[in-house]
């Protein structure tokens, strides 16, 4: 049996990342990492020096890219589930990032009180996208707290990244675009205001699926639309943004 057979529990697989060797467990029973984390990785920016939180981090799929992609000091991920927890140690532990990456357990409706205020440069969250019943529930209450706003709203994400960002820090954050009024909304009213925002269309012919965020605590009202992010040239290939993003 290798090392590497050790970390892993009955149904578990491990994934390769294709950024500095780097590879992450997942359970395709529970839910794995998808696009919309790997394009959140690629718009996020930790500089030499700051720390970094991702809120709901899963498997740890967002700061273990952003651990490989940036100079980043520190990242902590925080994840309600157990199970999704465990897998996100035992990945930074496949990875060697013991000691650069910490992965806490607890919710973030709490996370105001188990970290310091104003400990965080960055912030990122993938949260839930869809409200209520809206889509179909996975019975899963993993994969359907993954999609749904079940275990915390938005304005619970907002509410601790306003909380945990020092003054000047950014917030980095994927949705979707049809609440995009009400992701500016709440997070205007914490007093994060929107900086970047970057579309994201699978086809140039088609209406964008997702949209990328960056929010500045305390910044000013000014916020810079960059260039659409398109995914596919045609189906089965993408453009060669998306190819460099996941680094094949």
Do not use: W
Request: proline fraction near 5%.
């Amino acid at each position: 049996m290798t090392e590497h057979a050790l970390l892993l529990k009955e149904g578990e697989r491990i994934d390769e990342l294709h950024r500095n060797g780097y590879r992450i467990i997942q359970n395709e029973k529970l839910f794995c990492f998808g696009m919309d984390a790997v394009l959140l990785s690629g718009f996020a920016n930790v500089k030499e020096d700051e720390c970094a939180l991702d809120l709901g981090t899963g498997t740890g799929i967002i700061p273990i890219l952003l651990a490989a992609k940036t100079k980043g000091k520190h990242f902590t991920g925080l994840e309600i589930s157990e199970t999704s927890a465990d897998m996100a140690r035992r990945s930074a532990e496949l990875n060697d990032l013991s000691q650069r990456l910490d992965i806490v357990r607890g919710d973030i409706k709490e996370a105001g009180e188990m970290f310091a205020p104003a400990s965080f440069d960055v912030v990122t969250s993938n949260p839930p996208y869809m409200i209520g019943q809206h889509g179909l529930v996975n019975p899963d209450i993993e994969k359907a707290a993954a999609r749904h706003e079940i275990l915390c709203t938005f304005e619970d994400v907002v509410r601790a990244a306003a909380k945990l960002l020092r003054p000047g820090g950014r917030f980095y954050l994927v949705h979707r675009p049809v609440r995009l009024a009400e992701l500016i909304t709440v997070l205007s009213a914490y007093h994060l205001e929107p900086k970047r925002m970057r579309l994201v269309y699978p086809y140039v012919d088609r209406e964008p699926n997702m949209v990328l965020i960056e929010a500045v605590r305390g910044g000013r009202p000014r916020m810079t639309v960059e260039k659409p992010l398109i995914v596919y040239e045609r189906p089965g290939v993408y453009t060669n943004e998306i190819t460099d993003i996941y680094g094949y």
